[in-house]
């Protein structure tokens, strides 16, 4: 692979190339070009633009307009030669978060109509130019740190340095700027500044070796501050579904098509006006176990782990905790003293894993040591029966699947956990 020199990355992601390389499937670029509507752009734009997945569908559309492709592997250039024979476009191998993009490739800032984009999912190395990209366009204090800002983020502001007003940006984003606790922020910033349209929630293993879960964004540059978003969802067979709408204040907690339709009868959403009662307010309190994986082994302690849950068919109407993980409750002040414990009452679910939703058992008696995986959920007695029921349901289940985060192994953060929204 050819890369320019600037080119330095300091944290691949676990499962792309050293360039975050994952090219758009063309049902995936289609509908995402069919989502952006009510513009007849000039200059669209492709940032990352690899294989050109992106500004090739656009071209289908928009037959006239200018195209313009950047991307930083060399390359990449030879795969885009059906775009430049069939179209006016224009190619740069070049570094596309270089902060003097625009000269470099001959585009005035906020002069692009059509800004398309799935960013590498990288984290490249710090340059102090970033932190002047992100103020430049208006995101440098939507994150606790600038130093947070990945990829995604990062061309999203590149993007909006080059779009004109009322242009529009047609993202292909993670699980985490759309549904993470830590970039609420920043779809603060972004639902304030900029009229966000509509997201549609794309079917997992949309690109090839990830599990990743991806989203299409289309937003509309200062076009206004954002009322409502319209959530949609693709289906394995690539239809998008009827939208929901979400207004602004909602949108900015999550934008998941599945968690706002999750406890609602399928296809209609949550009814988001209503406060509702969340698994927060139902708990007293929630604990995490402190021993790793690689502790247990060494552990004076039989420690309840991930791989301890009663699996369905060998438990009774309710799974509990296995017999040897359960100790007296005369231990409980020594091995409190070591350890986090679960007592009696408490409800265990996994905190990472692949099926999560599935791991979820109740601790009838004694104490328990927990491992760093588990999340103890501790209710008062009156609560805990439904709430044990609710997250043994079918619903229960898909509610901790649709909050989960991640890619491949998924995780539940604490917060996931308590704005779990339990039935009425
Ligand atoms: C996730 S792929 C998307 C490719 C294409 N847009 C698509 O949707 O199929 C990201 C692309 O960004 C390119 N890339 C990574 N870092 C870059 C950078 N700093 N500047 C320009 N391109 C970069 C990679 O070479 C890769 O082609």
Redesign the pocket.
């Known amino acids: 692979m050819l890369l320019p020199r600037e ?1 330095d ?1 300091r944290r691949p992601s676990t499962n ?1 190339d050293a ?6 499937p063309s049902q995936v ?1 289609q509908a995402l070009i069919d989502t952006m509507r009510g513009i007849r752009p000039r200059l669209v734009l ?10 090739s569908a656009a071209h289908r559309k928009w037959r006239s307009a200018n195209y313009v492709t ?4 060399l390359a ?1 250039a030879s795969t885009l030669s059906a775009l430049t024979f069939n179209a006016s476009h224009i190619h740069h191998a ?5 902060e003097e993009l625009a000269d470099r490739i001959g585009i005035a800032l906020g002069s692009v109509d059509v800004g ?7 984290r ?1 190395r710090w340059r102090s130019s970033f932190g002047r990209i992100l103020e430049e366009a208006g995101l440098s204090g939507a994150l606790q740190s600038v130093h947070d800002a990945g ?1 995604d983020l990062l ?1 999203i502001a590149q993007n909006l340095r080059l779009l004109r007003p009322r242009g529009k940006l047609g993202l ?1 984003l993670p699980d985490g700027l759309i549904a993470g606790q830590k970039y609420r922020g920043v779809r603060q910033v972004l639902l304030r500044e900029h009229r966000v349209e509509h997201v549609v929630q794309l079917p997992r293993r949309t ?1 090839a070796k990830t599990e990743a879960q991806t989203y299409l964004v289309v937003l509309s540059k200062r076009d206004g501050e954002t009322q409502q978003v319209q959530l949609s969802q693709m289906s394995d067979m690539g239809e998008v579904s009827a939208p929901i709408s979400i207004p602004a204040d909602v949108a900015m907690l999550r934008l998941d098509y599945a968690f706002h339709t999750s406890s609602a009868p399928m296809g209609q959403q949550r009814d988001v006006g209503q406060v509702k009662k969340t698994l927060g307010a139902a708990a007293h309190d929630l604990l995490r176990g402190a021993i790793s994986s690689s502790q247990i082994s060494s552990s004076p302690v039989p420690v309840f782990h991930l791989g301890d849950f009663p699996r369905a068919h060998e438990s009774a109407a309710i799974p509990t905790v296995p017999e040897k993980f359960i100790q007296p409750v005369s231990q409980a002040v020594v091995l409190q003293q070591s350890y986090k414990v679960a007592k009696a009452g408490d409800i265990l679910i996994a905190r990472i894993g692949r099926n999560l939703q599935e791991k979820v058992c109740f601790l009838p008696r004694g104490i328990c040591v927990i491992s760093d995986c588990i999340y103890a959920i501790r209710a008062a007695p009156e609560h805990r029966k439904t709430l044990l029921a609710y997250l043994l349901s079918e619903d229960g289940k898909a509610a901790l699947k649709a909050t989960s985060h991640g890619v491949g192994a998924k995780y539940l953060s604490r917060s996931d956990v308590l704005n779990i929204v339990l039935p009425d």
């Open positions: 080119m990355l792309a360039l975050g390389r994952y090219y758009t670029s492709e940032l990352g633009a690899g294989q050109g997945a992106l500004a950047v991307d930083a592997d990449a070049h570094d596309a978060l270089d398309l984009c799935n960013p590498p999912y990288v490249p990829a061309f292909i690109f």
